[in-house]
């Protein structure tokens, strides 16, 4: 699977264009929206945003720093374009030395998503981060701050814009084929876990999770107020999964470990994403096989009682 590194340009005291929107602002906004959208499909992405750097040049310095630092595949950083003021569309483009097929599939979905001019993909060989990281690695410009029209189709379509650029980042087209699992388990899911969980007690924990350290990317961060159990300090919108797992085949260990993840496939919709699991369940009186985080039931395109596929956990040969 595909980790990405994905930073925000310029920096919290290196301010770069602004004019109908603020380039730093909005891209540490792109950034987390991104970066929580395929956190949902189950995609690893580490987020960066410089708050200490007094000058271009060690701003750039600590972002590129920051990305070779991490383990990934991908390094992307986010920017704003600017020219002149203006109340024509000014339209996106992204900026590549070394991958050129990428930088066009993003300027393309993200102008149509937008609504934007596609100003399409430009080779640069003059800019630090695209010469410095060591990983490939894009820049996108979302659009102008100084163009009315620009401005206006950004905030319309926000949402739209991030989703776009997930799907494109987070569809791993080189991935090896995927073999069944050691666990296997199809039939009907229901959701679970979270403040709003009231089929769980207020101190209920986890099966093979006892402590929030086990497994921070699955936890609010905080306890929710009356509550002292792990099942209802849960996020909701993270993407986690719970089945009766044979310990046998499958142990606690493994399924504590965040590397390991199930692949849950909706026959509803067709859709599938990759899930952590999280606890054991549901009995098997309910006659369902998985209860499931509801933000993957989101994702999925699922309601209780529809019918999912689970294996555990993926391989690739």
């Not at 991935?175 to 296997?184: I, K, L, N, S, T």
């Given at each position: 699977m ?40 189950g ?33 992307i950083s986010v920017h ?9 569309p ?25 609504g ?9 060989t ?48 080189d ?10 388990a199809v ?57 009766r ?21 909706a ?39 529809d ?10 040969k």
């Open positions: 595909t980790a990405i590194a994905m930073s925000s340009g310029h920096g919290k005291l290196v301010r770069g264009a602004s004019g109908y929107l603020d380039e730093v602002d909005e891209a540490r906004r792109m950034v987390e929206a991104v970066a929580a959208e395929l956190i949902s499909r995609v690893m992405i580490n987020t960066f945003h410089d708050d200490i750097s007094t000058t271009q040049n060690e701003n750039l310095e600590r972002i590129v720093n920051w990305h070779n630092a991490q383990q990934r595949d991908l390094d704003f374009n600017a020219y002149e003021t203006c109340d024509k000014m339209g996106t483009e992204v900026l590549y030395v070394s991958q050129p097929e990428l930088a066009e599939d993003l300027s393309a979905v993200i102008s149509e998503a937008g934007f001019l596609d100003r399409g993909p430009k080779e640069r003059d800019l630090y981060f695209l010469n410095n990281t060591n990983r490939p690695a894009v820049l996108i410009e979302t659009c102008f701050v100084d163009s009315s029209v620009d401005a206006e189709l950004y905030k319309e379509n926000f949402d739209d814009i991030c989703t776009a650029i997930a799907d494109v980042i987070g569809y791993d087209e991935a090896e084929e995927e073999d069944e699992g050691d666990f296997y039939g009907k899911c229901s959701w679970f876990g979270g403040p709003q969980d009231g089929g769980v007690s207020p101190d209920e924990g986890l099966a093979f999770l006892y402590e929030y350290e086990d497994a921070p990317h699955l936890f609010l961060d905080e306890q929710p107020p009356n509550t002292t159990g792990l099942a209802r300090r849960l996020d909701p919108s993270r993407p986690y999964i719970a089945c797992w044979n310990y046998d085949m499958t142990d606690k260990e493994m399924l504590a470990d965040p590397h390991n993840y199930a692949q849950v496939f026959k509803k919709t067709g859709r599938q994403a990759l899930a952590w699991p999280a606890d054991w369940g549901p009995h098997e009186d309910t006659g369902r096989v998985a209860d499931l985080s509801q933000g993957l039931m989101h994702r999925l395109g699922i309601d209780t009682d019918e999912v596929e689970v294996i555990y956990p993926v391989k690739r």
